[in-house]
């Protein structure tokens, strides 16, 4: 256990919807990183958030938009949903976001019908 | 601009054989580099990681991985398979100290089996 946590574990979907993925990093780590892993794709980074502030972005699409709040936990927000998103999103966090190692939570499996 | 290439998707070794995983790197500057593993349906658990301080760098479960900057490469190696070691590995890069942002990239994966 990683101690890095991810709500839901499972999410179903039809296309055009809008779904918000939930991550609590580990007690005392500031930074939050976002990452999409896909059969096509691979794990490809999405965005990094540091103590509520965006750090860095990656090939996130414009549907997509995260944030981080003041307990430090973050969330993913993806929006008019297609096909293609369907994914496993992967949530990882560090003290500070430098070279310290990232901690990985379990993941969402998003499915996308 | 940093990249990772694992060589073979799907690696399959008898138990008790050496494990040898490939990667190579490409960055434009001095990197950080990791090896993490996933078992199935859950997240990635890091195996070890090289930070410009020894070039062999030992790991959990007995894996270990040597930094060649010459050949840059970074291979996964453990002298005897087990069972449990069957798993997908995914070699990953980061810039080292000065860079703003400390994102990892990721190679595709080889996916491993030990057969019986």
């Known amino acids: 256990d990683s101690g890095v946590t991810q709500t839901p574990k499972h999410l179903i979907t039809a296309t055009g919807q809008r779904v918000t993925l939930r991550c609590s990093p580990r007690s005392g780590d500031l930074s939050v990183y976002w990452y999409q892993q896909s059969l096509d794709q691979g794990l490809q980074f999405l965005i990094q958030?540091?103590?509520?502030?965006?750090?860095a972005k990656g090939n996130i699409l414009e549907r997509f938009s995260a944030q981080q709040f003041p307990d430090l936990h973050s969330e993913l927000n993806l929006s008019s949903l297609e096909l293609g998103d369907s994914a496993l999103y992967f949530c990882?966090?560090?003290?500070?976001?430098?070279?310290?190692?990232?901690?990985f939570g379990p993941g969402t499996r998003l499915t996308v019908l | 601009a940093q990249s990772v290439t694992q060589l073979g998707s799907h690696v399959s070794v008898s138990e008790g054989a050496l494990v040898l995983l490939r990667c190579n790197y490409s960055?434009?500057?001095?990197?950080?580099l990791f090896w993490y593993v996933q078992y199935p349906n859950q997240g990635l658990q890091l195996l070890l990681k090289?930070?410009?301080?020894?070039?062999l760098v030992k790991g959990i479960n007995g894996f270990e991985a040597e930094f060649k900057k010459s050949e840059t490469s970074f291979h996964l190696t453990k002298p005897s398979a087990h069972m449990s070691d069957a798993a997908e590995y995914f070699c990953?890069?980061?810039?080292?100290?000065?860079?703003?942002?400390?994102?990892?990239?990721f190679g595709k994966g080889t996916k491993l089996s030990v057969i019986p």
């Open positions: 990882a966090s560090n003290p500070a976001g430098g070279t310290d190692t990232q901690y």
């Open positions: 958030y540091y103590n509520g502030e965006e750090r």
């Open positions: 990953a890069v980061s810039p080292g100290r000065g860079a703003g942002s400390y994102q990892l990239t």
């Open positions: 090289y930070t410009s301080a020894a070039t």
């Open positions: 960055s434009s500057v001095p990197p950080y």
